[in-house]
Antibody, heavy 117, light 108 residues
């Protein structure tokens, strides 16, 4: 059973950079070609942030593209998210997820990131 | 960018009743790219239906999906206590993913 686990700071300062890692266990990150990040502000809906292919290709949400970078580390079975120029609006639970065709079949439990000074 | 609009925002029903949730796209889409998720408080979303009508592994057959073009429906034939949750539809389009705003299914 594939498991995903997000890790990173729970509190970051405004104008700073959020850096999260998603560790994949119970299987190889090569089990799927695509991996994504999704976020959910408290009490609100889901927002897709971006995706990465094992080969390194990426695509991002148009609204976040200027601030987002997703990378993959196949040797350590993980992938990462970097989001800069943070504001309070970036406060959310951040999920990593595995793609299955055009859906997400495995999700991490999520990690709350609060943007505050 | 295609917008997904879910209705109703909140649906109040009793255990054993039938639930019908709607997801409307702002333009015609392929059903192959339409997915439904269930999310309970404090949990990650759970994949229910993909390709508009195919149940994911382990999903009970009381859950069914249908639709085409711009209108898609998630139906729960007989509500069980564990079905009360928030449901999201999601679309893949032009190398990006979009979610609807969600429908909260609550106990009446």
């Amino acid at each position: 059973q594939v498991q995903l686990q997000e890790s990173g700071p729970g509190l970051v300062k405004p104008s700073g950079t959020l850096s999260l890692t998603c560790a994949v266990s119970g299987g190889s990150i090569s089990s799927s070609h695509w991996w994504s990040w999704v976020r959910q502000p408290p009490g609100k809906g889901l927002e897709w942030i971006g995706q990465i292919h094992l080969g390194g290709s990426t695509s991002y949400s148009p609204s976040l593209r200027p601030r987002v970078t997703i990378s993959v580390d196949t040797s350590n079975n993980q992938f990462s998210l970097s989001l800069n120029s943070l504001t309070a609006a970036d406060t959310a639970v951040y999920y990593c997820a595995r793609h299955n065709a055009f859906s997400f079949d495995y999700w991490g439990r999520g990690t709350l990131v609060t943007v505050s000074s | 960018e295609i917008v997904l609009t879910q209705s109703p925002g909140t649906l109040s029903l009793s255990q054993g009743e039938r639930a019908t949730l709607s997801c409307r796209a702002s333009q015609s889409v392929s059903g192959s790219f339409l997915t439904w998720y269930q999310q309970k408080p404090g949990q990650a979303p759970r994949l229910l239906i993909y390709g508009a009508s195919t149940r994911a592994t382990g999903i009970p057959d009381r859950f069914s999906g249908s639709g085409s073009g711009t209108d898609f429906t998630l139906t729960i034939s007989r509500l069980e206590p564990e079905d009360f949750a928030v449901y999201y539809c999601q679309l893949y389009d032009n190398s990006a993913y979009t979610f609807g705003q969600g429908t909260k299914l609550e106990i009446k």
